[in-house]
């Protein structure tokens, strides 16, 4: 059973597989997406030895092992793009800004920093986290610094533990922290100890599973780049009011350069610090100094530099086009 042209998806299908694939991962597809999904779903389908996408439907909603099936599918249907140090100017406002304000905050208090990198696909990020902060904190060694990171895919998840990247996608990483946090291995480079040491990767689905609060606690800063820009309005402002309960006060939030909280939540402050635009869970008093830019403002003049106004239009087919599923 090979070939995609062997599957027909009908409207009434794709209506289904639209709903089921939103409802286990959040995932917004539109009509413009609807070829690649064709394409994800006669994939799995073609995999399982299975001979229509009607007969796939109903293995996916009776099966016994449905829900590893559905996983499967969210996993075929993921983009797992990412690199090292993506949007770079964020790296530099956290090395700069972020991580010597928290830790200044903290002096008093318990010395805890924690992280989220949600959506982490294959680890480039946190690891790009967890260096800056090796880079930040001169006195690394009275901290305790955590850096969780989730996401759905399974076998992103596994390439991220193993830390292990080939040379072509070290593009990102400058050479002094090649020499510092990772050693040649295998023709690659694997990341060292001393950074793997503070990132734990675990699976989450950040549409359906509890909050991992319960394990690791409230966190100072989360990153959540080029998730939400997959899913639909209200799963992404369900997603987001979610992260505004786990982030400390004076806290922040990185999205990814595309994506914004216009029309998603009100409750955070837009905030730019050196020409980069991030969103802080404002603290009960606004800190001196700091530029503060309610989010509705955006409505009447115009978004920041760099952010792509993808939910002026209802639905999302631009995204859909461009990005198929997850
Ligand atoms: C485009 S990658 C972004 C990776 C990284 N955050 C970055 O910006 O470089 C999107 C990731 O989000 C994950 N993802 C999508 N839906 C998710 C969900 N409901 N829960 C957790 N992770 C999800 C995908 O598996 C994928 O690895």
Known sequence: MNGNHTFKLSETGFQRFRELVNRAGGVAITH?????????????????????????????TTDINREEEVRRLLRQLSVPDTRFFRNQSQFDVLH?????????????ERRVLRFWCAGCSTGEEPYSVAMTLLDSLPDRDNWKVEVLATDLNEQALDQARRGWYQKSRMAGVGQPQRERYFHRS???????????????????????????????????????????????????????????????????????H???LWKLSARYALVEIGGT???????????????????????????????DDDRRVSGSDRRATEQSAI
């Open 96 to 108: 700069k800004y972020i991580i010597p304000e928290l830790a200044r905050r903290k002096l008093e």
């Open 258 to 260: 595309s994506e914004t």
């Open 186 to 256: 295998d023709g690659g480079f694997q990341v060292n100890d001393e950074v793997r040491r503070l990132v734990t990767f675990t699976r989450h689905n950040l549409v359906n599973d509890p909050l991992p609060i319960e394990v690791y606690g409230i966190c100072d800063v989360v990153f959540c780049r080029n998730v939400i820009i997959y899913f639909t309005h209200s799963t992404a402002g369900f997603v987001i009011e979610h992260f505004f309960d786990i982030i400390n006060p004076g806290g922040y939030l990185f999205l990814g």
């Open 32 to 60: 413009a997406g609807k070829d690649l999904l064709r394409k994800g779903l006669a994939a799995r389908a073609g995999a399982l030895g299975v001979t229509t996408l009607e007969d796939y439907y109903r293995l996916l």
């Open 277 to 307: 635009f991030i969103y802080s869970k404002p603290l009960p008093t606004s800190l001196s100094g700091r530029r503060f830019i309610p989010d509705r403002r955006m409505r009447d003049s115009g978004l920041p530099p760099g952010v």
